[in-house]
């Protein structure tokens, strides 16, 4: 009789209710991907092109190349992507360009904050 309970004690459970809930588990723990937006920065004609340059650089941390790149296409197309991400980022971005003021040495002229909207990209 001692061989029959250990033998019993030893059968497998069956792991068909375990697996189904833990199924069920990751499928509701999945993360939904976000869709994507873009910061795009608008042409200006007052600010200087060295002030835009500088603002994306402080703001993005892009190297000399790269901010000249898209400040020029700003300024060539009317409107440039600096950046894309999740919405709450590129809003901050935004809100971080236009934190930065216009151009010191454009004030007297007019200038403003640089110009820049929040636009999600096709998906």
């Known amino acids: 009789m001692a061989e029959s309970a250990a033998v019993a004690q030893t059968e497998p459970v069956s792991e068909e209710p375990q697996q189904e809930a833990k199924q069920k588990s990751q499928e509701n723990t999945k993360r939904k991907r976000q869709p994507p937006y873009a910061v795009i920065l608008h042409n200006d004609d007052v600010n200087t092109f060295d002030h835009v340059v500088n603002v994306l650089r402080k703001v993005f941390r892009y190297e000399q190349p790269k901010a000249v790149l898209l400040t020029n296409e700003a300024h060539q197309t009317g409107r440039s992507t600096v950046w894309s991400g999740v ?37």
Do not use: F, M
């Not at 003021?101 to 403003?112: F, I, S, T, V, Y």
């Open 87 to 123: 919405l709450e980022v590129a809003e901050l971005k935004a809100d971080q360009i236009r934190s930065c003021g216009a151009d010191p040495e454009r004030k007297a002229q007019g200038a403003l904050s640089l110009r820049v909207s929040v636009e999600p990209l096709p998906q």
